[in-house]
């Protein structure tokens, strides 16, 4: 288990990284909609990125690539 000071280094870090996370906009990063906690458990809810497969991206980078 943690020390009580490692638990605060922990909030403190998770809490640090969610504002972070909130805050980055672009358009090869998945948007987080909102985080919340219940019994304690953290959940991360993300934007819905429909039929996109990170195997199916670096193809088609591969793809433009090897055309270019």
Known sequence: MFARTDSEDVRNTTLRELRLLRSLRHENIVE??????????????????DRVCFHDVLALSLLEYMVS
């Open 32 to 49: 987080m909609r909102d985080a919340f906690r219940r019994r304690g458990k953290l959940y991360l809810v993300f934007e819905f990125v």
